[in-house]
Nanobody, 125 residues
């Protein structure tokens, strides 16, 4: 069983930065593409960023491209989301997710096999 635990959320002023971490249990972390998603109150869960198994390929939602950076450390079984220039509209619960694939990444929620419990990010104006 794969377990994902997010950390690093919190309250920050607009223009500030946060770094989210997602620690993944198990010895097969490098078999998974990883993704970050977010869900604001009353809204559907939406794609933020994804990274392939090696870290060599990334993809971002238009709303965060140029401000957020996804990365991973396979030796530490951890994926990160560096968030800069935060805006109030970035306020949401952020979830990391794992997808069994060494060939692709995805923006689609249902294609991910495992999910963390989420971490709250609140950006004040």
């Amino acid at each position: 069983q794969v377990q994902l635990v997010e950390s690093g959320g919190g309250l920050v002023q607009a223009g500030g930065s946060l770094r989210l971490s997602c620690a993944v249990s198990g010895r097969t972390f490098s078999m998974y593409a990883m993704g970050w998603f977010r869900q604001a109150p009353g809204k559907e869960r939406e794609f933020v960023a994804t990274i392939n198994w090696s870290g060599g390929s990334t993809d971002y939602a238009d709303s965060v491209r140029g401000r957020f950076t996804i990365s991973r450390d396979n030796a530490k079984n951890t994926v990160y989301l560096q968030m800069n220039s935060l805006k109030p509209e970035d306020t949401a619960v952020y979830y990391c997710a794992a997808m069994r694939s060494r060939t692709t990444t995805s923006r689609v929620v249902r294609e991910y096999n495992y999910w963390g419990q989420g971490t709250q990010v609140t950006v004040s104006s």
